[in-house]
């Protein structure tokens, strides 16, 4: 699968459901790896403002995000319609602090994001398959939600919020296909009794029977309805005992359960990247979403890290044995420092050395409690750079390998007599002029204990 963005600039205009402010948020084309980022183009700088999980800042019947001095507030729907699009990269730009609230779904971004037209990239779209279940609970509220392993991207949404009109709902989708068809028009929602809190605490300025659905699960008196008239400037409203105020037709049997499906599927794609697995949601709500994002989020970077080490297997034949190394370097006991080549390519390369007690230096570095010297681990590295440099010229016998620089290096954990150095360099830049720029990080295990930038050159031998 490639990443995608748009293929032209579409805007969008509304009010802010909370705030209350005219917005104009238009989304535009960005370039592979750019993600989903925000742009407040009415403050000073226009500061981005990056989709980030780790960037929200307020949970409080939405989910804001803030960076560089600059929020974005209700955020999830925009965010549902992209992830439910399968759009990687998009600019937004946003004139005021809340993304318009429209009808209260995502439908009317789907709308705008279908007529701008959606074309692939040539960057493959990088997915997150979980690994192991991935829970997340609050006790207090009931609250459970669980990520497990699939091949897909599948979501089931409990809710139960113990009321006469909802009852217990649930809502699933089988993939994001179904999204647009089957959740994207789904409307918010609250309960009647919620409305006076949200306004003593400033909150639905731009609410309207028109972009929110008001669920109504007792009996009111005429003296309420004609306050709730005014709250929402309107003439009259009305219910039939209990339901929905101003009887406004559902558009399916469990649209508040497949609204709060809308909302996970906005917050979890604040994680970033793309997963898959089969998640489900008993009572789910932003501040759960968010939370249970930021615990797959850690996984992701945790298995990301941990799949740049390099693994090694001592029964596989290696490229190079330590004769083959031999000939490749001019260094000779006691300094020849790599055992074995395991992997290598054109810019890149994975050495082995085997750390024994035996070794020369131990006597005199710290015989008493024996280390391996941090300059032998630098200098292990540089070895097995050389072995991938000299690896590509024809006589490797007749050339010499000298260091540069070393920059930025980093000694993390002891090495013991015991020890495995499994050492892996990356070119930065091709070789110039016989110079070659690697980076360097040496392992034991899955525990980085050094690393360095090292320029070295690759010369001639003076016979």
């Not at 740049?308 to 290696?318: A, M, Q, V």
């Not at 006991?333 to 082995?352: Q, R, T």
Request: glycine share 6%.
């Amino acid at each position: 699968m490639k990443q995608t963005t748009i293929k032209k600039a579409v805007s969008i205009s509304g009010v802010g459901l909370h705030t209350g402010q005219n917005v104009t948020l238009t989304f535009l084309p960005a370039i592979e790896n750019h993600g989903i980022k925000f742009q407040r183009v009415d403050l000073p700088g226009q500061p981005i403002v990056d989709a980030d999980v780790d960037n929200v800042v307020d949970t409080s019947r939405g989910t804001t995000i803030e960076q560089n001095g600059a929020r974005v507030a209700t955020v999830e729907h925009v965010m549902a319609s992209l992830a439910g699009l399968e759009i990687d990269n998009c600019l937004l730009q946003i004139d005021a602090t809340e993304t318009p609230i429209m009808d209260g779904s995502s439908r009317y971004f789907i709308k705008a994001l279908k007529d701008a037209g959606i074309q692939d990239l040539d960057a493959e779209r990088e997915y997150f398959s979980v690994p192991h279940n991935v829970y997340y609970n609050e006790v207090d509220k009931n609250i459970e939600m669980i990520a497990m392993p699939l091949d897909d991207y599948r979501l089931t949404v409990m809710v139960d919020y113990n009321s006469p009109v909802l009852g217990s709902q649930h809502a699933s989708v089988t993939s994001l296909k179904e999204f647009e068809s089957d959740i994207a028009s789904c409307r918010t929602f609250c309960f009647l009794h919620e409305l006076e809190m949200l306004l003593k605490h400033g909150l639905i300025q731009g609410g309207d029977l028109n972009n929110a659905i008001v669920i109504v699960d007792r009996v009111i008196e005429d003296e309420e309805m004609d306050h709730l008239a005014k709250l929402f400037n309107k003439p009259k409203v009305e219910v039939r005992k209990e339901g929905i105020l101003n009887n406004v037709e559902l558009r399916f049997h469990n649209e508040p359960a497949r609204h709060k499906l809308l909302d996970l599927i906005g917050d979890l794609a604040l994680i970033g990247t793309p997963i898959k697995a089969q998640i489900m949601a008993a009572r789910p709500g932003h501040a759960a979403n968010v939370e249970f994002g930021k615990r797959i989020k850690a996984l992701i970077k945790k298995t990301r890290s941990t799949n740049n080490i390099p693994k090694y297997n001592p029964n596989k034949e290696p490229i190079y044995n330590i004769n083959d190394i031999a000939r490749f370097l001019p260094h000779k006991y006691p300094f020849l420092l790599v055992d074995k080549i395991i992997d290598m390519g054109k810019s890149y390369i994975v050495a082995v050395k085997n750390v024994t007690i035996n070794e020369p230096f131990f006597p005199g570095h710290f015989p008493n409690n024996p280390v391996m010297p941090g300059v032998l681990i630098i200098e292990a590295m540089a070895q097995a750079g050389g072995v991938m440099i000299l690896s590509q010229v024809e006589d490797p016998e007749n050339y010499n390998t000298y260091f540069m620089k070393i920059d930025n290096a980093k000694f993390k954990e002891k090495v013991l007599p015991g020890d495995t150095l499994v050492l892996k360099l990356d070119m930065i830049a091709p070789i110039r002029r016989g110079v070659c720029v690697m980076k360097a990080h040496a392992y034991v295990g899955e525990k980085l204990v050094c690393e360095a930038e090292l320029m070295a050159q690759v010369a001639k031998k003076i016979i």
